[in-house]
């Protein structure tokens, strides 16, 4: 049979698992898109169309090669020919004081928190529609505050309007009005002084205005906590593509300390925890909580908080050091029961900016922000330092696993499945190993070069909702006819890796998790990634960096194809599934301090984006204290951007929550949703996943807190 012919055969037996009503594999690629309904099944035909027209056309031979013996995996590979990119942070504030065009028309600066959140889920669907990543919003809290102020201001003039009105007694509605168009005014914040000026009567005394404040006040809190769950709502049930597939949405939020942005966050928070209408844990948007010293916390607030009951944390008679620490334990609240927010730390070197300021209300323009399942845009060499108004290109991932196995099998250590360490000279192999990473990380960049070089040829009206809106900044200077260069070259191009740790085992007998040397020599590979990507950053002037790769699909493609051609090996391919990244491995008893301390080591050498995960066992809503101690380790370790896994499990039939090992303890149903972290997205239902991570997710041990 001919390359052409295998080529056609393959595509036919992957058309006819499409069509077939049983899981498998290929359906399952994507955990946050069914493939059992007709636009499921629909998107699936054209994504291996596409990946296929790709391999062939588009991608140089060589990578496109090294792709199908999936010691590369290039990612998005059906989107290749749409020269879209993956992911972008949006600059609301800018969006929405300038309002935003649709392909029908204007959409008007919003007027009220509840259109704020609206707006901002419908901005969230149609990006969507012209990327084909993760979407994000950086400073969630800064961008929906001044709804909030809109809204107090309303308020204020209602009830006061209705005040007059019962007592049948006229104002001038016209100075009343001036109040709505004081932006100065701001939640909470309004004294009678500055109301009797537009207020002329006897009746309206400074304890009347008190009230009619508090009324305000309840009634603004009260819309913001229904603008939030109905931002929830909207970004899980709005189905963006085929598939009944919703947005992949990000916010980051936990730093604004004004009353609005608190409110905003507050109420954020509120409407997580409450969940779905049948108590479902929300799986969209991911919810980043920014943690920065100084602003949502200390050392003295944290002791403290430490050294009383977890009851006591949220009165209202305490008052802590830091203006949103309170925020912080709200936050540290709502991820024992739903599994958001992550936490992101500001404080970390890398993570700094040095025109951040203190009470800076521009602040969150210097403070990075993640998408998605940990993609990190903040430093740039074509523009200013920042996340906002940019996104990742694309990235595509090396096969640590295979290189090494080929490595040990080329020096005849590795035979018929076997490997005898006694014919190896460790020194040696580290030294061709990093070798053979730098020749592999070099082809790699290369072809992200060659896809940045597709990408840019296209022109703006491509994607005009992204130009038209500046949602990626500097698209709005385009015409319509202008290729993207200038805007694209802002975004980031990255080399993410899967299986470190099966990589080590096989070249070392120990994986970073057992071994300070195998750490140490984990830290190199990783690095001598690093270094490629930087020449590559200088000779190109291009933001070339290093992500931690999410693995979903791939982790199981690589794994399966590497056992194939190696046989199974223990601990290495006989599983289904390949660690991600730089993970210490799911299966192996570490404690929670150690595997922090030890993945936190890899954060600053991979700043396109990684993350730590802890697994708790048990309700993690019944010890905060833990929780609590545990993000603060990530904090003290080093940690980029981390978060906790623990079971979150629904009954389907009475919709009790809570830990169900078997059967439901209230109603004795067995239907039981499991809500899990998959890669830093959350998925209920593991039918939906692939069978490799199904087998990682099985895999997973607990990890205790103590030494």
């Known amino acids: 049979m001919s390359a052409k012919e295998l080529n056609y055969s393959n595509m036919m037996n992957e058309f006819s698992q499409v069509i077939s009503t049983k899981n498998n594999d290929l359906k399952n690629e994507n955990a946050n898109m069914s493939g059992d309904t007709a636009s499921g099944k629909m998107m699936k035909f054209a994504s291996i169309g596409a990946k296929d027209f790709a391999l062939e056309n588009l991608v140089n031979p060589v990578y496109s090669d090294l792709h199908k013996k999936a010691l590369i995996h290039i990612h998005d590979l059906d989107y290749y020919p749409t020269k879209s990119a993956t992911c972008v942070q949006y600059n609301i504030e800018e969006i929405f004081e300038n309002g935003f065009r649709t392909r029908n028309g204007l959409i008007r600066e919003p007027q009220s928190i509840g259109v704020y959140a609206e707006l901002a889920a419908i901005i969230f669907q149609t990006c969507q529609n012209e990327m084909h990543g993760g979407q994000a919003i950086p400073a969630f809290d800064y961008f929906m505050a001044p709804g909030v102020n809109k809204s107090f201001r309303k308020a204020l003039k209602r009830n006061i309007e209705q005040f007059f009105q019962f007592f049948d007694e006229k104002i001038n509605l016209e100075k009343l009005q001036l109040i709505l168009k004081d932006e100065e005014i701001k939640f909470k914040e309004l004294e009678f002084e500055h109301v009797k000026r537009h207020v002329s009567s006897d009746k309206f005394t400074s304890q009347i205005y008190d009230k009619i404040r508090e009324m305000?006040?309840?009634?603004?809190?009260?819309?913001?906590?229904?603008?939030?769950?109905?931002?929830?709502?909207?970004?899980?049930?709005?189905?963006?593509?085929?598939?009944?597939?919703?947005?992949?949405?990000?916010?980051?939020?936990?730093?604004?300390?004004?009353?609005?942005?608190?409110?905003?966050?507050?109420?954020?928070?509120?409407?997580?925890?409450?969940?779905?209408?049948?108590?479902?844990?929300?799986?969209?948007?991911?919810?980043?909580?920014?943690?920065?010293?100084?602003?949502?916390?200390?050392?003295?607030?944290?002791?403290?908080?430490?050294?009383?009951?977890?009851?006591?944390?949220?009165?209202?008679?305490?008052?802590?050091?830091?203006?949103?620490?309170?925020?912080?334990?709200?936050?540290?609240?709502?991820?024992?029961?739903?599994?958001?927010?992550?936490?992101?730390?500001?404080?970390?070197?890398?993570?700094?900016?040095?025109?951040?300021?203190?009470?800076?209300?521009?602040?969150?323009?210097?403070?990075?922000?993640?998408?998605?399942?940990?993609?990190?845009?903040?430093?740039?060499?074509?523009?200013?330092?920042?996340?906002?108004?940019?996104?990742?290109?694309?990235?595509?991932?090396?096969?640590?696993?295979?290189?090494?196995?080929?490595?040990?099998?080329?020096?005849?250590?590795?035979?018929?499945?076997?490997?005898?360490?006694?014919?190896?000279?460790?020194?040696?192999?580290?030294?061709?190993?990093?070798?053979?990473?730098?020749?592999?990380?070099?082809?790699?960049?290369?072809?992200?070069?060659?896809?940045?070089?597709?990408?840019?040829?296209?022109?703006?009206?491509?994607?005009?909702?992204?130009?038209?809106?500046?949602?990626?900044?500097?698209?709005?200077?385009?015409?319509?006819?202008?290729?993207?260069?200038?805007?694209?070259?802002?975004?980031?191009?990255?080399?993410?890796?899967?299986?470190?740790?099966?990589?080590?085992?096989?070249?070392?007998?120990?994986?970073?998790?057992?071994?300070?040397?195998?750490?140490?020599?984990?830290?190199?590979?990783?690095?001598?990634?690093?270094?490629?990507?930087?020449?590559?950053?200088?000779?190109?002037?291009?933001?070339?960096?290093?992500?931690?790769?999410?693995?979903?699909?791939?982790?199981g493609r690589m794994a399966k194809v590497t056992r194939k051609a190696f046989g199974s090996i223990p601990e290495i391919t006989n599983r289904d599934y390949f660690t991600n990244s730089n993970h210490v491995p799911v299966y192996y008893n570490i404690s929670a301090i150690k595997k922090i301390q030890k993945e936190a080591a890899y954060h600053p050498i991979t700043l396109g984006g990684s993350i730590s995960y802890v697994e708790l066992d048990g309700e993690a809503k019944k010890n905060l204290h833990a929780v609590l101690s545990i993000i603060n380790a990530m904090r003290i370790s080093g940690t980029n951007y981390g978060s906790l896994n623990h079971p979150v499990d629904r009954c389907k039939k009475c919709h009790y929550t809570s830990l169900i090992p078997l059967s439901c303890q209230s109603c004795g149903n067995t239907d039981i949703s499991r809500t899990r972290r998959i890669t830093g997205y959350l998925v209920g239902d593991l039918d939906g996943w692939n069978q490799g991570k199904q087998a990682e997710e099985a895999d997973r041990v607990k990890h205790k807190f103590q030494e």
């Open 216 to 555: 305000s006040i309840k009634n603004v809190e009260y819309e913001t906590d229904q603008a939030m769950e109905g931002f929830i709502y909207n970004l899980n049930t709005q189905h963006s593509r085929g598939g009944n597939q919703v947005v992949f949405s990000s916010i980051n939020l936990g730093t604004d300390t004004s009353k609005e942005g608190r409110q905003v966050t507050r109420s954020l928070l509120k409407a997580l925890r409450n969940g779905l209408g049948n108590g479902e844990t929300s799986i969209f948007p991911i919810v980043i909580f920014k943690v920065k010293t100084g602003v949502n916390f200390d050392e003295e607030s944290y002791n403290f908080a430490m050294s009383i009951g977890q009851d006591k944390w949220f009165s209202e008679e305490l008052v802590w050091k830091t203006p949103n620490f309170d925020l912080f334990l709200d936050s540290i609240r709502t991820t024992s029961s739903r599994l958001f927010p992550n936490f992101m730390f500001l404080d970390q070197s890398y993570n700094q900016h040095e025109l951040w300021k203190p009470n800076d209300k521009k602040n969150w323009y210097y403070e990075p922000a993640t998408m998605g399942c940990r993609t990190r845009v903040f430093e740039n060499v074509n523009g200013p330092k920042t996340s906002v108004g940019r996104g990742n290109l694309s990235f595509t991932s090396i096969n640590l696993p295979f290189i090494a196995l080929e490595l040990l099998k080329s020096e005849g250590i590795l035979n018929e499945g076997k490997i005898n360490y006694e014919k190896a000279n460790f020194a040696d192999l580290k030294l061709k190993f990093l070798q053979k990473i730098n020749t592999y990380s070099a082809d790699v960049c290369d072809q992200l070069f060659d896809r940045y070089k597709y990408q840019i040829s296209a022109m703006a009206k491509e994607f005009p909702f992204l130009m038209k809106n500046n949602v990626l900044s500097g698209g709005q200077d385009l015409e319509a006819d202008q290729f993207v260069e200038s805007v694209f070259k802002q975004g980031s191009l990255t080399v993410g890796f899967v299986g470190l740790a099966e990589a080590l085992k096989a070249l070392l007998g120990v994986h970073h998790g057992e071994s300070d040397e195998a750490q140490e020599f984990g830290l190199q590979v990783v690095q001598e990634i690093n270094n490629v990507a930087n020449n590559w950053k200088t000779k190109t002037n291009l933001n070339f960096g290093v992500i931690a790769t999410p693995a979903e699909s791939v982790a």
